[in-house]
C-alpha cells in the first residue's frame, strides 16, 4: 500500500512564501535558515528510522513532535501531517507498518524538496 | 527597551523567534536553549521570558516558578504543542502571562504576544519613573523650597531613606545639613528608635572617644560613674555624625572599625557590644581634599561614600529664598505674637541678589531681625542688616 499524500506535481514541493516573509529581506538569515533546516531535518528523519526500528516508541514520537513544525516553515505541509501521524501512532504504541510507509513518503519527498532548497541557498532572496 | 529571553531548545524554532522579534528595534533577545542557561542569567533582570513547555532537563513550569519567584513582575509566554485545555490553565493559574500552541501560526501568536507584553512592560517602567519623580512634600514639610537644587536634594533623599546604606551629606554651613538627616532618619522604618546627634566639631577631643563609646566606672581618673555612648545610644536607630571632617586621625580609624564591624565596647570594658545602627555622616569640608592633605582617612572617606548628598548653598536655591524668608517670618511672628509682617518689593530684590555666605542660618537671623526692627510690619531694605565675618 502507498499512501498517496503527494501527488505528482511539476510545481515546487517546497513554499517559501513564510520564510521569505520572516526574513523581511535579511538574505543572510534567509539562506541561514535553509542551511539549518537542511543540516537538521535529514539528522531527524535518519533517527525516527533507528528508533522505529528499535521500536523506541517515546523517542519517536519526541523527534515527529519536534520536526513537525519545522516542515511548515518551508511549506511542506502534507509531511507536518504524516510527522503528525507518526506521533499518533508512536504515543498509542500500536502500529500495524503504517509508520514505515510514513517515513519511506517522507524521505522520498524530501530528497526532492533538499534538491530544491539546495538551489534557494544558491539563489538567495533576490 | 525590553529585555526578552527565549528559553528553546528548538534551534529552529528559536532562530525564526530571534528573527521575527528581531524587527523590533526596542528589543535586546537573548536565546538559551535550556532552563539552567536561563537562570543563571537572570540577575540581567529580562522583562520578558518565553519558555518552551517541553524542555529537557528542568520542564517549562518549573522554570517558570523559578522566574516568578526571582521576580514575579517578569512576564512569562509558555509556548507548547499542547492543546488540553487543563495545560493551558495549570500555566495560566501558575502565572504565565500568555499560553502560544506551537502551530503553524506560532511564530506570529509570539511576536503580537511579546509586542503586547513589552507595551506593558514599557507603561509600567514609565509609572515606576514618575512615582520616583513626585516627591511627597508632606513627609519633608520641615525642608522648604521648590527649587530644582532642592528637589533634586528631596529626590536623593527618597531614593535612601528606607533602606540602611550609609549616607554623607556634604554643604556649606547653614544649608541644612542636619533637616535632612532628620528626613532621612524619620522617614526610615528606625523613625520610632533613636535619632542621635553627635557634633564632632563641639566636643573636646579627650572626650571625644568617651562621648561616641562611653565608659565604664572606673576607666579613667574622672569617670566616676558608668556612661553609654552615643554609638550604643543610637542602637536600632540612627547616629548624626556632624562636622565629621572635624575628627581626630586616631579616632577615624576607630569609626572606621565600628563601621566595618558594627561592634564597641565602653572603655574599660572588654565586652563587645553587636550594635545595629544607620549612620549619617556630614561635613561642610572638601573630604577629597582632606584626605590629600592628610588630614582625612582615605579608606574611612570611601567608607562614608555610601551615598552622597550635596546641599546646594542658598544663593543657589533662586525664589527659595523668598518662601524661606516668609516661612521664617510668619513663624517669627506667630512666636512672638507680631502682627503679620510683608516684605517689601526692594527688600525682595537685595535678598534675592546677596551671596549669603552664611546660607539658610544667616537668612533666618536676618529675618528675624527684621521684624524686630521694622515699622508699619514692612520689612524694607532697611531693616535688612547683613554682617560680615
Redesign the interface.
Known amino acids: 500500500m502507498q499512501l498517496n499524500i503527494i501527488n505528482m506535481q511539476t510545481t515546487n514541493y517546497t513554499n517559501l512564501d513564510f520564510l521569505r516573509e520572516?526574513?523581511?529581506g535579511?538574505d543572510v538569515?534567509y539562506k541561514?535558515?535553509l542551511s539549518?533546516?537542511l543540516t537538521?531535518a535529514p539528522k531527524s528523519i535518519s533517527e525516527m528510522e533507528q528508533c522505529y526500528t528499535a521500536r523506541d516508541w517515546e523517542h519517536l514520537r519526541m523527534l515527529a513532535?519536534?520536526i513537525?513544525?519545522?516542515f511548515?516553515?518551508v511549506g511542506l505541509k502534507e509531511l507536518n501531517h504524516c510527522a503528525a501521524k507518526i506521533e499518533e501512532i508512536a504515543t498509542k504504541k500500536i502500529d500495524s507498518g503504517e509508520i514505515q510507509m510514513l517515513l519511506d513518503n517522507i524521505k522520498s519527498v524530501c530528497a526532492v524538496a533538499f534538491k530544491e532548497l539546495e538551489e534557494e541557498i544558491k539563489n538567495g532572496l533576490a | 527597551m525590553a529585555r526578552i529571553f527565549l528559553v528553546e531548545d528548538d534551534i529552529m524554532v528559536a532562530t525564526l523567534m530571534k528573527q521575527s522579534l528581531s524587527k523590533n528595534d526596542k528589543f535586546e533577545i537573548h536565546h538559551f536553549t535550556n532552563a539552567e542557561d536561563c537562570i543563571a542569567n537572570l540577575h540581567l533582570r529580562p522583562d520578558i521570558v518565553t519558555v518552551d513547555y517541553n524542555l529537557p532537563g528542568m520542564d517549562g513550569l518549573t522554570l517558570m516558578d523559578k522566574i516568578k519567584s526571582f521576580d514575579q513582575n517578569i512576564m512569562v509566554v509558555i509556548c507548547s504543542g499542547q492543546e488540553s485545555v487543563e495545560v493551558v490553565i495549570s500555566c495560566y493559574r501558575k502565572g504565565a502571562q500568555d499560553y502560544i500552541l506551537k502551530s503553524e501560526n506560532m511564530i506570529a501568536d509570539i511576536e503580537r504576544s511579546v509586542n503586547n507584553l513589552a507595551m506593558n512592560v514599557t507603561l509600567r517602567k514609565e509609572v515606576e519613573l514618575l512615582k520616583d519623580q513626585i516627591i511627597d512634600r508632606n513627609k519633608y514639610s520641615n525642608i522648604i523650597g521648590n527649587s530644582n537644587a532642592i528637589l533634586r536634594t528631596l529626590r536623593l533623599i527618597q531614593k535612601v531613606e528606607k533602606n540602611n546604606m550609609m549616607v554623607l551629606i556634604t554643604g556649606q554651613s547653614g544649608t541644612g545639613k542636619e533637616l535632612v538627616a532628620k528626613a532621612l532618619h524619620y522617614n526610615s522604618d528606625r523613625a520610632r528608635k533613636p535619632f542621635v546627634i553627635v557634633n564632632m566639631g563641639a566636643i573636646p577631643n579627650e572626650l571625644v572617644e568617651s562621648e561616641l563609646f562611653g565608659h565604664e566606672k572606673g576607666a579613667f581618673t574622672d569617670a566616676r560613674e558608668k556612661r553609654i555612648g552615643k554609638f550604643e545610644e543610637s542602637h536600632e536607630g540612627t547616629i548624626f555624625l556632624d562636622e565629621i571632617g572635624e575628627m581626630d586621625m586616631s579616632l577615624q580609624s576607630k569609626l572606621l572599625r565600628v563601621l566595618q564591624e558594627k561592634e564597641i565596647s565602653r572603655i574599660g570594658s572588654n565586652k563587645i557590644m553587636k550594635l545595629n545602627f544607620r549612620l549619617i555622616a556630614a561635613t561642610n569640608k572638601n573630604l577629597h581634599q582632606e584626605v590629600k592633605d592628610g588630614r582625612f582617612r582615605e579608606d574611612l572617606f570611601y567608607r562614608l561614600q555610601g551615598f552622597l548628598i550635596h546641599l546646594p548653598p542658598l544663593k543657589e536655591r533662586g525664589d527659595d529664598i523668598l518662601l524661606l524668608a516668609r516661612h521664617f517670618l510668619n513663624d517669627f511672628a506667630m512666636q512672638n505674637r507680631l502682627a503679620e509682617h510683608v516684605i517689601s518689593k526692594e527688600a525682595c530684590k537685595f535678598m534675592l541678589e546677596y551671596s549669603w555666605p552664611g546660607n539658610v542660618r544667616e537668612l533666618k537671623a536676618i529675618i528675624e531681625r527684621a521684624a524686630l526692627m521694622s515699622e508699619n510690619h514692612t520689612i524694607t531694605l532697611d531693616d535688612l542688616t547683613f554682617v560680615t565675618a
Request: aromatic residues 24%; neutral net charge; charged residues 25%.
Open positions: 520572516i526574513s523581511d535579511n538569515f541561514e535558515f539549518l533546516f537538521s513532535h519536534k513537525k513544525p519545522s511548515n516553515y
